[in-house]
């Protein structure tokens, strides 16, 4: 039987993701039996046990080294502290990077894989090249591009890429240029160009099975309004929330009806404020039919989540990657983005760039991106159509074809 081992970095939640949607579809494109190992930690250990509470034998707990977080995501001053010191429960990072790779050799003198699949886990790489492994890296980063503020840290940025380039296959997850929109954070070094395809998005292609629509679809419906969207872990979540409530206190935004999405499993988050300026539960708000200025939900189902996007005007996002494909390239909707750091920056000035949607980093500019939308909102609709036709939503099926191709390759 052959064995597999999938590493995903625990950062954020788009590697989880991403890695889920692959391991549904391996089975159809690798042919003889296989098992699949998970490493992470963190949320994601956490659900990847909960996902597949018979197999924890092959579920491994290994504490891969992450940033520190801070107050709006990732700390760049307590991250380098870190390199030496301990830092928040966190030993320091070089004997972090010791103990982690222990443990992963240990797995994979253990398991012994015929393929590895690493989702940002860059210490993989060097194992799997060490043993005559085939590995293939999935990712939307190579070497971002960093802005004044952030120019020290291009020597580690240059260490990662050579860590990322002893892949065997590096896969994309997003659409071949021109219509890449992580090209600012991928800059392939010459010996990495010949190992990359651009595979596509990692989208959910499950069918969503319709249901009567909930109180929430029809209290939106036959409304104009932005979708507003809080993703990522803790800190990249509240520090985003931050914002978005200062831009929410502009006089501009008196009349803006908002939907929140906080991404956090709690219906005591679901709520509705009214133009009176008093909160409603959902279901009242419905029944007394109030005019409502903002609501609030913990957590969308599948099936509201795709009724907001069908229905919104704009939606507000952070920068993360994946969701940006989903709404420019699936729903073609614009997006305004307030990043958290560099690599959402480089994101949304490329869409902005391509006319898609605008980026907004100081409070004033997110009321000024959201009329300059609706003022060119044919213009902008134009080329969201042209990019959505180019957008590749199929990531996870080419990539399982590219692990069985590698498969039958290393025969």
Known sequence: MLKIGEFIYPWGSGHYSRMMRLNDVLGDYIKEDFDVHFSSKDHVYEKLSKKFPDEKE????????????????????????????????????????????????????????????????????????????????????????????????????????????????????????????????????????????????????????????????????????????????????????????????????????????????????????????????????????????QIDIGFLSEQEKDTILNLCRYAVVNGSHTVMGEIMGEKSKPIIGIPIYDEHTNNIRWAEEKNLGVLAIKTKQITQAISKIKENYEEFEGHLSEFSKNFVPNGAKNSAKIAAQTLEEKR
């Not at 700390?75 to 443990?103: G, T």
């Not at 990322?164 to 997850?173: E, M």
């Not at 956090?264 to 009214?274: A, F, L, M, P």
């Open 58 to 293: 092959k579920i491994h707990e290994i504490l891969m080294p992450t940033p520190i977080d801070g107050k709006f995501g990732p700390s760049v001053s307590m991250s380098l502290m870190n390199l030496l010191l301990p830092v928040s429960k966190n030993p320091p990072l070089v004997r972090q990077i010791a103990n982690y790779l222990r443990e992963e050799r240990k797995l994979y003198n253990k398991e012994k894989f015929d393929l590895v699949i690493n989702d940002g886990d860059m210490g993989s790489n060097i194992l799997a090249k060490n043993r005559n492994i085939p590995s293939l890296f999935v990712t939307n980063q190579f070497r971002p591009k960093l802005y004044n503020s952030r120019s020290y840290l291009y020597p580690s940025l240059i260490f990662i890429a050579k860590q990322i380039s002893k892949a065997s296959k590096i896969l994309v997850a997003d659409s071949p240029p021109p219509y890449t929109v992580c090209e600012y954070n991928l800059n392939f070094i010459k010996e990495a160009e010949e190992k990359v395809t651009y595979v596509g998005y990692f989208t959910n292609n499950k069918q969503i099975k319709k249901e009567d629509s909930s109180d929430l679809e029809k209290l939106v419906e036959n409304n104009e309004f932005g979708y507003w969207m809080r993703t990522g872990n803790k800190s990249t979540n509240d520090g985003t929330g931050q914002r978005y409530e200062e831009a929410f206190h502009q006089d501009e935004m008196s009349n803006e009806k908002r939907i929140v999405s906080h991404a956090r499993n709690d219906s005591n988050i679901d709520s509705v404020i009214g133009k009176d300026g008093k909160k409603y539960s959902i279901s009242e708000a419905l029944d007394k039919k109030i005019d409502w200025i």
